[in-house]
DNA sequence: TACGAATCCATAATGACTATATTTTCGTAG
DNA sequence: CTACGAAAATATAGTCATTATGGATTCGTA
């Protein structure tokens, strides 16, 4: 009972010692596999080594990232949704919800710029592995449906009219698309503008 | 070096005998595939069982199907994307890129209509297996890069250029967007329409 | 017919992941 | 402080896809 609410360095303050810990052997596991990774090659590198590297066993690897291999790095799965699905619903009045979106994005993701060298081999060795890539977009497509109901909301349409689904899905292939860019936020903009304003129908000349 | 040249059915009356056993080969396993898949469903198909089924080994199944387990019932891995480009090359003078790229979809695929019953059900099984499903949208993103060249090439735009880029992977995604809805042919002009418009930038209301 | 290449096969390995049964650790109630 | 139940960790063994190896067979062709 003592400590429960002792200062803990930033984190939740309301962990107990299991949870505390839980959360350290986590993140023991995505700093081992970044490094092995970054240092061998994601496919050079196997679980085993991992898990040898962050003191656990195989099972208990894989009992705290049940998605596998790939999700080791990621320790973020499910808030990246979330952040778009904000981004809609709490933007200022007279905001597009397009504007919105691309602004959020653009702060995120592999978009941010002078980010921390840190999170910078990150982004390089994720962009670089094609699991790793397909992974990340994964985790943005989870969101779909979540964002589709926002943006429906928003609009007063139905959340599976399909052109809402497919402007939610244009949106979250973004990451994945202009992510490899030499200038992201370049491509970004190259993107929405293509989406707000479509395809011009320039026909074949004769 | 007789009946080098005799009619065999339709297939290439080139092929030697042992071109002719590859062939076969790879279709017995395609069958045999589709046919437990559909039976069993996808994870409770094991390759070893499909080589049985086919009558071959293991290592000669994956000598025939290097890209594995999944690509095993898809034996037109290439020629998918190249419909769409020749659908561009070769449209009528007067028509919009879109618009031939749309009626090119909606012929092939899941789109079509009335397809034979052997065919639905296989249209079916990868629409409700994820690793399918996958599997079929990588091969259709696969084509993006000559895609997006011809939309270049069609369009005076430099062919790395991210609007066109962003393009042909929009329309190359939207099988697996909207190969799943009850009304497939209703869905993919929705899409097509916002691709053409895009999305009406209408701000939030105070 | 004979030779080289392509194909096939059995076998064994690797590596991701799962299942199970046992033990350790933690939170908490008594 | 102690004991008990839940959560977590472990060792072990197993399944399955996929790759590697080396030897046998078959085919095309000279």
Redesign the pocket.
Do not use: C, I, N
């Given at each position: 009972?003592r400590f429960r609410y002792r200062y803990d360095g930033g984190m939740a303050t309301t962990m107990?010692?299991?949870?505390?810990?839980?959360a350290q052997?986590r993140q023991a596991l995505s700093q081992a596999a970044l490094r092995l990774f970054g240092e061998h090659g994601y496919d050079r590198?196997?679980?085993?080594q991992i898990a040898e590297e962050a003191?656990?066993?195989?099972?208990?690897l894989?009992?705290?990232v049940?998605d596998?291999?790939?999700a080791l790095i990621f320790d973020d799965g499910a808030e990246r949704g979330l952040w778009l699905v904000a981004a809609v619903r709490e933007r200022p009045p007279g905001q597009p919800v397009l504007q919105a979106l691309r602004r959020c994005l653009a702060s995120r993701g592999p978009f941010s710029t002078d980010l921390p060298p840190e999170l910078r081999r990150k982004r390089d060795l994720i962009v670089a592995t094609p699991a790793l890539r397909e992974y990340s977009r994964k985790l943005w497509i989870a969101a779909e449906a979540a964002l589709a109901e926002a943006i429906a909301t928003d609009s007063g349409r139905d959340p599976r009219d399909m052109t809402v689904r497919a402007l939610a899905r244009y949106v979250l292939e973004i990451p994945d698309l202009a992510g490899a860019e030499p200038d992201p936020r370049a491509a970004l903009d190259a993107i929405f503008d293509l989406l707000e304003s479509g395809w011009p129908a320039s026909p074949r000349p004769a």
């Open positions: 009972m107990g010692r299991r949870e505390r810990k839980k052997t590198v196997t679980v085993a003191d656990v066993s195989v099972a208990t894989f009992a705290h049940p596998g291999k790939e």
